[in-house]
């Protein structure tokens, strides 16, 4: 089965109707999606269904079979084949995945080391580093303020391997080279200061990551530097 994205087309859809296409194990998929599903360091996010006769709270969404699954709370009732469902994303908490998202990518584009790995929640996240430098904290929080205050636009693009193949000064300016052989690829982009393949959930402009701040910066081993930023509302 093929699920439309929502979430990848309009970060800001909040809630749609959806027919479900099939039912799982505690869990049930639709043709079109506006929850997201656990994924590069993004938590799946949770909210309501509700249908003719019946609702459920959604307490994840993750990749199942290769499908979206929107998980409901442990004994509750799945909505049957064929039933149109309203759904709800907990907006409140996807937006603070979707400030600290688009903070991550301004991090990683002040600290230009390769990137080992990262997680992202609503009240913490944290992205490590291949550096074997120490980090001036206070300088990172400068040029992350200074990014968020500019109020750079953020967008997000489709791109075919043929195009990219066509431009290759686009790929030398990413700070991530995309997967290849999966078909089209998308592209993050915040003008002037990010490119790069990511398929999670960003922020218009950013302006609206708001209050961050750095945290704990901690030594994961000689050559892994984790920094911890935290959002200040
Ligand atoms: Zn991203």
Redesign the pocket.
């Known amino acids: 089965m093929t699920t439309r994205e929502l979430f990848r087309e309009d970060s800001y859809v909040r809630n749609c109707t959806a027919t479900v296409a099939r039912v799982g194990d505690g869990c049930f998929f639709v043709d079109q999606a506006v929850f997201y599903p656990l994924g ?1 360091g993004q938590p799946g996010d949770i909210g309501a269904a509700t249908w003719d006769g019946g609702s459920a709270r959604i307490v994840d969404t993750r990749y199942v079979d290769g499908d979206i699954g929107h998980i409901v709370e442990e004994g509750a009732d799945t909505p049957p084949a064929g039933a149109n469902v309203e759904l709800e994303i907990d907006w409140e908490r996807r937006h603070r995945h979707m400030r600290m ?1 688009t903070a991550m ?1 301004l991090l990683g584009s002040i600290l230009l080391y390769p990137v080992t790995g990262g997680n992202i929640s609503a009240e913490k996240s944290r992205l490590d580093f291949d550096m074997e430098d120490t980090i001036d904290k206070e300088a990172v929080a400068e040029a992350l303020a200074k990014l968020v205050a500019e109020d750079h636009p953020v967008s997000c693009r489709w791109i075919s391997e043929e195009e990219l193949d066509a431009n290759p000064e686009l790929v030398r300016t990413m700070s991530v080279q995309p997967p290849r052989g999966k078909g089209a690829i998308r592209l ?1 982009e915040i003008a002037g200061v990010d490119l790069q393949p ?1 398929g ?1 959930t ?1 922020l218009r402009s950013t302006a609206e990551v708001g209050a961050v701040r750095i945290g704990k910066v901690e030594k994961k081993g000689r050559q892994n530097r984790r920094v911890n930023i935290h959002l200040d509302d």
């Open positions: 590069g998202h990518h993050l990511c999670g960003h």
